[in-house]
Nanobody, 125 residues
Framework: QVQLVESGGGLVQAGGSLRLSCAAS????????RGWFRQAPGKQREFVAV????????IYADSVKGRFTISRNNVDNTVYLQMSELKPEDTAVYYC??????????????????WGQGTQVTVSS
């Protein structure tokens, strides 16, 4: 059974940093895209970042570009999201996701096959 488990969320002041982790078990995703999404109360789930399994440059949402960095460790089957210069509008539940396809870099949540349970990130002003 495939499981994705996020960790690292919490409460931080504006301008601060957090590092989210997403550990996968049940199968390896070395050649698969791993993505991060977020959902604020009353809003739709939105794309944050994706990293492919093919060495392609990661893709970021414009709202986080230059502040967030996605990375992966295929040995540990883990993907990370380093978040810096956090703003109150970054407050949301953050979800990691994995795609069964290879050579893909999807930015739509409907393209992903596996999801974590989410971790809350709250940025105070």
């Amino acid at each position: 059974q495939v499981q994705l488990v996020e960790s690292g969320g919490g409460l931080v002041q504006a301008g601060g940093s957090l590092r989210l982790s997403c550990a996968a078990s049940g199968r390896t995703f070395s050649n698969n895209a791993r993505g991060w999404f977020r959902q604020a109360p009353g809003k739709q789930r939105e794309f944050v970042a994706v990293i492919g399994g093919n060495g392609a440059r990661p893709i970021y949402a414009d709202s986080v570009k230059g502040r967030f960095t996605i990375s992966r460790n295929n040995v540990d089957n883990t993907v990370y999201l380093q978040m810096s210069e956090l703003k109150p509008e970054d407050t949301a539940v953050y979800y990691c996701a994995a795609d069964r396809g290879i050579l893909t870099m999807p930015t739509s949540p409907g393209r992903y096959d596996y999801w974590g349970q989410g971790t809350q990130v709250t940025v105070s002003s």
